[in-house]
């Protein structure tokens, strides 16, 4: 239903994954798991807070995917799609038709705080998350508008990580 007046957008960054080797990033680098488990507490606590996303994208990185399967299973969202423009440098402002409702997107930094401070109009950089971390915004009458900015320890109890 394009056209409507509001819509939320939920950014989810991928949880802590292995190590780049030699300095350089892999698609195949999986969550560690330290990073599984904090996902999954950020995943559960967003939900009972009362979270839900109509939709899903994940970057295909298999560290992404990962996080975004946690989210499924936490309850955060009921559908799940691979998304090419959510790679690291990808073309993330075409992933945002028009649309209605509530839709996250699980990738990378520094895309998804840049893609923020596109929408809201904020420099470059201003914006950054945390492993784990989201943001989340809200569209009201064609208006960007910043409704939270969480890092991982807001969310949940640091011991039980």
Same mark, same amino acid.
């Given at each position: ?6 819509? $939320? ?25 330290? #990073? ?13 807070? #009362?979270?839900?996303? $109509? ?33 690291? #440098? ?32 904020c420099p470059q950089g201003a914006l950054?998350?945390?492993?784990? #971390? ?17 890092r991982p320890a807001l969310l949940i $109890?640091?011991?039980?990580?």
């Open positions: 239903m394009p056209g409507s007046n509001s819509a $939320d957008l939920v950014l989810l960054r991928h949880g802590i994954a292995e190590p780049r080797q030699a300095g350089r990033d892999h698609p195949d680098r999986a969550l560690t798991a330290a #990073g599984r488990q904090r996902t999954r507490l950020v995943m559960a606590a967003l939900v009972k807070r #009362g979270l839900r996303l $109509d939709r899903l994208l994940t970057s295909p990185y298999r560290r992404a995917l990962q996080t975004a399967e946690l989210a499924l299973e936490a309850g955060l969202a009921s559908t799940l799609a691979l998304d090419e423009r959510l790679e690291p #440098g990808g073309d993330l402002a075409t992933v945002l038709t028009p649309f209605d409702g509530a839709i996250g997107l699980v990738g990378h930094e520094p895309d998804l705080g840049d893609l923020a401070c596109g929408l809201l109009g950054v998350l945390k492993k784990a #971390g989201v943001i989340q915004l809200r569209r009201s009458a064609g208006q960007w508008q910043l409704k939270a900015l969480l $109890d640091e011991l039980s990580c």
